[in-house]
């Protein structure tokens, strides 16, 4: 018996269970979006890449990335066992390419099977699709590495996985070119599908192989000696080279480390998944059920965790990483095995990380993300949690098609504001004769069904969740500020400022021997003035400042409008300000180091200490409401007991965190009134403008986003990152006649108050301020009142 033969009566029993399982399941609807790749398998979003990487720093990099093409953030990578016409780069290898595909649009992008003879980066149906990479000559690592031992291989042939290197990286792919048993390799591109240029392993170039691109010499034994099934970007190597590394599956069931510079090292041994040994291109259009491939995701935070698929197994294995400074290690490992399984054969995160600049990938989950499982077994996805509960589980339903069932499901992927669920799908859909492989887009779903909103929608679902009040069912709590958004951000509209003006919140924290903790041992940074004891519930939460305190600051919430401007803002621009100008004034900014280690420049909150407008929106959501999420996963309250409103895990898995962010980024600036020319020539004579930039960035802020020492009337005692107690952002002027108060805790109820209060750095303003004639101070009180 042929061991495809045993392969397939193992999948046929898996598969067998789980279709019983699957008679009367639920389905979630999808439309085609993309048909006619043959070998249809992986797939992921492009994604946005972050500044400190290259596609994003370096200017020709970052052309591919624009509106139209071929690294578009909107656009879908998806492997093909094809070539589409372009010649083989390597006579005995299997053809394989990489696709940029645009998912938008009213039709389906039906692939012409020769749109890429003349190789290269070809182009069809009008743009919407564009050959990434493929076995073909154009994309040899020979052609940046001529030097390297893997200089004659293409970047792919015959993928099998995809991830990409959005934080501070590139693409990256694996495959099967030799068959199950043959080595594999994973590459690594530039924006032009080449193997990388300038690579910093002289050995591997863009492409590691077999046993030729171990590390030498090695901290763990093992290379890439079977075919490569899947990849997971892992972040930055922990022996501090700042270089990327990524976990690959093979076909014998072991790990490997892939270090970029330094090479390939085992990680887990073979036998880790149930091999599989019968891989050749034909199966990726097979409607079989047996598996065609095996993928794998990456928990970074709080815990690393790689997550992968063990078709065979009928399982999720968990493996929980640790390092010695060099290179991973495993240090613990957990299956998971729920009835719901059936051949389990690719893995999405349910969220996504996007936000982190030194985790962002396809591949990795945001904080405390549920996993999504694709099974080939029965058709179906699986919502479930990291510790193995089940969310959900739907059907596969595509109009015109019916419910897919058995063997057809191919690949997972999940759009970039988790919104949408890509599916790859084997054979020919019957609407599509003679085209084989298609892409369906879906919509998320979790345990209450499929995701109500698409994400055209998002801004209008934030809308909703702004001025919804959450409910201790919904995580608010046990001790929270207020229960909607809206309570301190509706004047004179959603987003402005609280009815009064004075939507407080008050930061805390202990000062003790010198040295500054915000959350005192739990109960801290903000503390929260009410308690879900409030709403009838038992609860021995205390609201109010924490005994444990011994400095508190109270905050105004600001204005929301316009911050989404503020969040475009190059960081370039903002550092460019940080220089000594007349009158002693010199900013700085607020470098804020992510849980990645990354610093980057803040620019949100009164101290600058918020870096991103999603961390932002994620830190309220926390310290406001109680509420835990990706952005801020864990909430510090002092009593150990559980307390309505403690879910006992991440109470928002992303999605209230996204939509928010979206509508916040939505709001306008208020339209300024007619600015009055004498008051503006005052404002800029007075000294104002050394600190109050009127455009930045070509943002009409009035602030320069920098701290500045604002003398001892406004010292608070507290600092918040590198700000000092005395250190304050320069508060953005526009909008100041919507305001009713002003200053960070409120105390001045105009605008001639907020100035004299003003010292240190701006002591030279105020004094030219108070020196002017009344007629003239008023000009310039009438000019800000106009922004």
Known sequence: MSRRTVLAALAAALALAGGVL?????SVTGKVVAVGIPGV??????????PGGPIHDKPEFKAFTEAGKILEAERLFVASSSNFGAPKAVANLPEGSILSIDPRGDAPVVVPQDFAKADGQAVAAGGRVQLYTAQSPAFVNG????????????AVSYPLGISINNAFGRPWFTGAPYGAKGPGFESVTDPNGRPLAGAPSKVAGGVFSGS????????????????TLGTAFLGKSPDQSGRAVFAVLMADGRIAQVHVEKGVDG??????????TALTPKDGDSTEQVPTRAGMVFNWVPDRIIYVADPLGNAVVALTLADDGKVFYVARQRRIQVPEFSLPIDLAPAVPEVANPGFASNTTLAGNS????????????????????????????????GVLGGGRLAGIAVSSDAQKIYVSVSGELPQYPGLRGAVVELPAFGASGAASTPASDLVAKGAALFKHAFTPGEGLGPLFNARSCAECHASPTAGGVAPDGLGLATFVGRLSGGKFDPLIGGGGPVARAHSVSELGLSCSQSPGIPAGANLSSIRITPPL???GLVDRIPEAVILAGAVPKEGGVQGRPNWVTGPDGVKRVGRYGWKADVASLEQFVGLALRNEHGITNPVAPEDFLTAKERCPGDLGRLEDDGQVVAALTAFVRSLEPLRPRTAQGEGERLFASAGCTACHTPNLGGVPLYSDLLLHDMGPLLDDGLPQGEARGKDWRTAPLWGLASRQRFLHDGRANNLESAIAAHGGEAE?????FLSLTPTQRQALVDFLKSL
């Open 22 to 26: 699957a008679q009367g399941m639920p």
């Open 41 to 50: 398998g992986a797939l992921s979003p492009i994604g946005f890449f972050h």
């Open 143 to 154: 052609l940046n590495n001529p030097q390297a031992v893997t200089a004659a291989l293409p």
């Open 212 to 227: 030729q691109t171990n590390r030498t010499p090695q901290v763990f034994l093992g290379g890439l000696d079977a075919a």
């Open 267 to 276: 990680l887990a041994p073979a036998g880790t998944i149930r091999p599989l």
């Open 370 to 401: 549920d996993l999504y499982v694709l099974n080939r077994g029965n058709g179906t996805i699986v919502r479930v949690r990291q510790n193995g509960t089940v969310v959900a589980v739907r059907r596969v339903e595509v109009a015109g098609a």
């Open 561 to 563: 409008y316009g911050m």
């Open 764 to 768: 030279k303003a105020r004094t030219n």
